[in-house]
């Protein structure tokens, strides 16, 4: 559970990156809506969902979206995850000074996958993985970039509504 549900604001936080660049949430969102993962290398459903949130990236990620994954991982497991699950988007590292960052977001299991909207509003606030909250999060970037929506989940592929993290 998350004490960030749709409609409250999203707390600041200032994170590095794998490349060691620094990523404030506030300066993102002066360029446009953010999508942040937050997981953990063993979780299985992290592993299973990340895949998908590369689809989302690669369809709406760009000059005025940012896609961030968010490690509780040190910085080597890390990088070894996204290269073996495909992930191309900045991934940021809060492994540093007790989880301070998911801790600032009150966050008791992973993925746990938000929505920020350019004033800080968390507009989808979705926890393990949720289909229809992944759906939903493609339907915005569509609608907001005035792009046909792309579908996410490919015909023939087998992708249950929903896993708890």
């Keep these: ?14 994170l590095k990156s794998l490349d060691n ?6 300066t993102l969102l002066e360029r446009g ?10 979780c299985p459903v992290c592993q299973f969902t990340f895949p998908f949130l590369e689809r989302l990236y690669k369809s709406y990620g760009g000059s005025d979206a940012t896609f961030l994954g968010i ?25 540093e ?7 600032a977001y009150g966050l008791t299991s992973v993925p746990t996958i938000l929505l920020i909207d350019t004033d800080g509003t968390v507009r989808v ?5 949720d289909k229809k909250d992944l759906e939903t999060i493609a339907a915005y970037f569509a609608e907001r970039n005035k792009f046909s929506l792309t579908p996410l989940f490919l015909a023939g ?9």
């Design 21 to 26: 660049k620094e990523y404030s949430l506030r």
């Design 71 to 95: 490690s509780q991982d040190d910085a080597r497991a890390t990088a070894k995850f996204a290269k073996e699950y495909g992930v191309t988007f900045p991934i940021l590292l809060d492994d």
């Design 33 to 42: 809506p953010v999508v942040a993962a937050f997981f953990k290398i063993s």
């Design 97 to 103: 000074n007790g989880y301070a960052v998911s801790n």
């Design 125 to 129: 606030s979705s926890m393990g993985f």
């Design 1 to 14: 559970m998350t004490h960030i549900v749709t409609g409250n604001t999203a707390p600041g936080f200032s």
């Design 157 to 165: 592929e087998v992708v249950p509504a929903n896993k708890p993290g």
